[in-house]
């Protein structure tokens, strides 16, 4: 019997027979092509099943549509869902096709190769997408990146040029970088391997305090007036579209800092972005027009992608609802007759207030105030979810209404005690004594209700920065108001409302915990004592806190 020759068939017609349809009478046919084969007279292209002969007949009756399949470049996709590389990849097997497959294969292949030889190349999408964007910064080619691990960059936030460098200058910087990193690793390894329960910082931590206490001493000593000229020659030439120049502002030490600190965002934002969650430019919120203050966003927020993609919203700073353009906002201005977040106000002494606002009963509100909040939080989830939690929002009043300074959440039940769920202050407010305001109004609430309480983690850094602040300045009120020579952390603990495990962790980045003869001891440090309550007097009776006398509240019950 002579061998059969490999089948080759129309690609359009492989890609609809592999639909899984079987046919019924297929030995019948598989026993007519073989008597067929051995008469000599069987023709040496394949015979079509019967589903492939009820396709060819009704593509003759549609003879534009079979014209316009042949002319179709695009290959048919292979069932694991991605495009074939050639035809070769392509289900052409049939009842009909011979036991030598190895040889079909090959001589498919060649076929397959000389079909396709007049085709272009297709370009790969990401390649596409990589070179049809570019970056704003004016001048810029988008070549390099700030961090120095990247060939290109699309965003300022990694452009070199807009920071006033090149692409060569952040590749070296990131080189030293990574070699501090190493060394500091290799430092925090050997001394964990020797440390005791609570070392005291050894010669060469102590030596790299006072070194780092000299570099920065000139760091206050100002502009001198050819730099000062440099510095505004540079403003005028290039206005907003480069960063100012940072040289000469402050010491070497702390721009370098500020220098690596830039980097590590640029990193995190150039992951978000290669996975997704972000797209620079396109659906990320820059700005934000809230009352009379212009703010530049933070993180992400998944507000409605209509709203995300404009890059700018305008939002009402009395019922927080968000709108497209600054004429939608003046009339909303006009009729809106919000003057102050709904709720009861729980807290007022002098301009400042505080308003309970239940996410049950003013479910709109609250869930805009999340969505705000995210904008200038990174580790925030909650969003719409917002019934199970209380609203203390906190506002300065004026002739015009209540001006939203900041706000934390705290759940109506929590079984671990968490007196505070999200805290956040707004840009405009921060570093002026607010932030601790709201954290010592979280803890006058846990004294009203006997209890303790804790932040809930993870925290922000923002918000691990302000606690371990308001915590040591506790504790040092508490030492030197202490008159006893026993001190106890459970008493500390239901004085000050703090949870213990937090008290102990303050205790020990203040050096005032000892382990000594089986016990824990308290020291109490004159030195940070005294240098406390200097602080204390130079801030003189700052409007900055929290007066008791001043809450009208109750313990919510059965929320």
């Not at 003057?339 to 509100?365: C, L, M, Q, T, W």
């Not at 300065?396 to 671990?416: I, M, P, Q, R, W």
Request: glycine share 6%; aromatic share 8%; hydrophobic share 25%.
């Amino acid at each position: 019997m002579p061998r059969r020759r490999p089948v080759r068939t129309n690609r359009h017609m492989a890609g609809s027979g592999s639909d899984g349809t079987e046919d019924s009478d297929s030995s019948a046919e598989r026993e007519q092509t073989n008597s067929s084969e051995s008469d000599g007279n069987m023709p040496k292209r394949q015979r079509l099943t019967r589903a492939s002969t009820r396709l060819s007949q009704s593509s003759q009756d549609t003879p534009d549509l079979k014209r316009a399949a042949d002319h179709d470049e695009s290959p048919p996709l292979t069932p694991t869902g991605n495009a074939p590389s050639s035809e070769s990849e392509l289900d052409i097997s049939s009842p009909n096709a011979s036991h030598d497959e190895s040889q079909a294969k090959d001589q498919t292949n060649r076929d397959s190769d000389k079909d396709l030889s007049h085709r272009p190349k297709r370009r790969r999408c990401h390649e596409t997408y990589n070179f049809n964007m570019k970056c704003p910064t004016p001048g810029c080619n988008s070549l390099g990146h700030l961090t120095g691990k990247h060939e290109r960059h699309f965003a300022v936030s990694g452009c070199p040029l807009y920071h006033n460098l090149s692409a060569d200058e952040c590749k070296v910087k990131a080189i030293s970088r990574e070699k501090q990193e190493e060394e500091v690793k290799g430092q925090e390894e050997s001394n964990s391997r020797h440390a005791t329960r609570h070392q005291t910082p050894t010669s060469k931590q102590s030596r790299y305090k006072e070194q780092v206490a000299e570099l920065r001493k000139g760091r206050n000593s100002g502009l001198q007036k050819e730099q000062k000229e440099k510095h505004m020659e540079h403003r005028q030439t290039h206005g907003n579209t480069r960063e100012p120049l940072l040289e000469n502002i402050t010491s070497d030490y702390d721009l370098e800092l500020f220098r690596k600190a830039q980097a590590r965002a640029s990193e995190d934002l150039e992951k978000l972005r290669i996975q997704g969650q972000i797209t620079e430019g396109s659906n990320m919120i820059k700005t934000i027009l809230f009352g009379r203050y212009e703010l530049d966003t933070w993180y992400h927020s998944p507000y409605p992608e209509e709203y995300a993609r404009l890059g700018r919203l305008y939002v009402c700073e009395f019922c927080l609802k968000y709108m497209k353009s600054q004429t939608i906002l003046r009339r909303h201005m006009a009729k809106c007759v919000w003057k102050h977040p709904p709720g009861d106000e729980v807290y007022r002494k002098g301009a400042i207030s505080v308003f309970e606002v239940d996410g049950k009963k003013n479910k709109i509100y609250c869930q805009n105030l999340c969505l705000l909040a995210k904008l200038f939080l990174d580790h925030k989830t909650l969003y719409y979810d917002v019934e199970p939690f209380l609203f203390y929002v906190m506002t300065e009043a004026d002739n015009t209404g209540c001006h939203l300074v900041g706000y934390f959440s705290k759940e109506k039940n929590s079984f671990l005690n968490y007196n505070v769920s999200c805290i956040l202050t707004m840009p405009q407010y921060m570093r002026q004594g607010f932030g601790k305001m709201l954290i010592d109004f979280s803890y006058l609430l846990s004294k009203v209700e006997e209890k303790v309480g804790s932040p809930e983690r993870p925290l922000s850094d923002l918000g691990l920065i302000s606690y371990r602040s308001y915590w040591k300045e506790v504790l040092l009120r508490y030492m030197y108001n202490f008159q006893g020579k026993e001190i106890s952390i459970k008493e500390i603990s239901q004085e000050t409302a703090v949870n213990p495990v937090d008290i102990v962790s303050t205790l020990q980045s203040l050096q005032m915990l000892k382990y000594w003869k089986g016990k824990h001891l308290v020291l109490k440090r004159q030195d940070l004592i005294d240098e406390w309550k200097a602080k204390e007097i130079k801030r003189g009776n700052s409007n900055k806190t929290i007066d008791p006398s001043s809450l009208k509240w109750t313990p919510p019950k059965g929320t």
